[in-house]
């Protein structure tokens, strides 16, 4: 874990400077003040340890974000969005990072994680057929993706809990039930101002 957090902001600090096909593993285990002994250990190559971030970064940000909701009196996974906006506030350097067009296989595979997630949930809720479920899914890990990403851009200009709060007053569970999947368990309700 230290070695990945430690290459993941060499990673930053040099895509400051070059990109990402200019960066060898040399100047990555360098700037991380590890050995590429060290490096090796855990990554075939670079493109490995991308690999392996980008999924440890999805994989990091649903685990945060986690929670239990019970639409239909089963129990179903959801989405706290409080908890996945203080990750992406608290691991800022890497999602800026991967959101990049350089990595073109974070957004698409986070994207995929969504639309898995609101499909799973869409089965515990009432779905009207209009506009189809399709439709519902796109309109809502987009809005919540652009949101993040301009969050991002706006070097966080908002509270993470004020920016959960007006997400679902714009994903209305009105207009879509699949909006509920975006929960707002766990946010701190002292913190739900607007600026940081």
Same mark, same amino acid.
């Given at each position: 874990?230290?070695?990945?957090?430690?290459?993941? !902001?060499?990673?930053? *600090? =040099?895509? #400051?400077?070059? /990109?990402?096909?200019?960066?060898?593993?040399? +100047?990555?285990?360098?700037?991380?003040?590890?050995?590429?002994?060290?490096?090796?250990?855990?990554?075939?190559?670079?493109?490995?340890?991308?690999?392996?971030?980008?999924?440890?970064?999805?994989?990091?940000?649903?685990?945060?974000?986690?929670?239990?909701?019970?639409?239909?009196?089963?129990?179903?996974?959801?989405?706290?969005?409080?908890?996945?906006?203080?990750?992406?506030?608290?691991?800022?350097?890497?999602?800026?990072?991967?959101?990049?067009?350089?990595?073109? !296989?974070?957004?698409? *595979? =986070?994207? #995929?994680?969504? /639309?898995?997630?609101?499909?799973?949930?869409? +089965?515990?809720?009432?779905?009207?057929?209009?506009?189809?479920?399709?439709?519902?899914?796109?309109?809502?890990?987009?809005?919540?993706?652009?949101?993040?990403?301009?969050?991002?851009?706006?070097?966080?200009?908002?509270?993470?809990?004020?920016?959960?709060?007006?997400?679902?007053?714009?994903?209305?569970?009105?207009?879509?039930?699949?909006?509920?999947?975006?929960?707002?368990?766990?946010?701190?309700?002292?913190?739900?101002?607007?600026?940081?």
């Amino acid at each position: 874990m230290r070695t990945n957090e430690r290459l993941r !902001q060499a990673l930053s *600090q =040099l895509l #400051q400077q070059k /990109t990402i096909r200019q960066i060898s593993v040399q +100047q990555l285990t360098k700037t991380a003040e590890i050995t590429r002994g060290t490096f090796y250990l855990h990554y075939k190559d670079k493109t490995d340890f991308l690999e392996q971030t980008e999924q440890q970064v999805i994989t990091e940000w649903f685990e945060a974000a986690k929670t239990t909701l019970a639409p239909d009196g089963e129990l179903t996974r959801g989405f706290a969005l409080g908890p996945a906006l203080r990750y992406v506030d608290g691991h800022h350097q890497i999602l800026s990072v991967l959101l990049d067009p350089q990595f073109t !296989q974070f957004r698409p *595979q =986070l994207r #995929q994680r969504f /639309t898995q997630e609101l499909q799973g949930y869409s +089965q515990h809720v009432p779905v009207t057929a209009t506009p189809p479920i399709d439709v519902q899914i796109t309109f809502l890990t987009t809005s919540f993706l652009g949101l993040v990403e301009a969050w991002l851009a706006d070097n966080r200009r908002y509270r993470p809990d004020f920016l959960a709060q007006s997400f679902r007053q714009l994903a209305s569970s009105e207009v879509t039930v699949l909006a509920d999947w975006f929960s707002l368990v766990g946010l701190d309700s002292a913190l739900v101002t607007e600026k940081a």
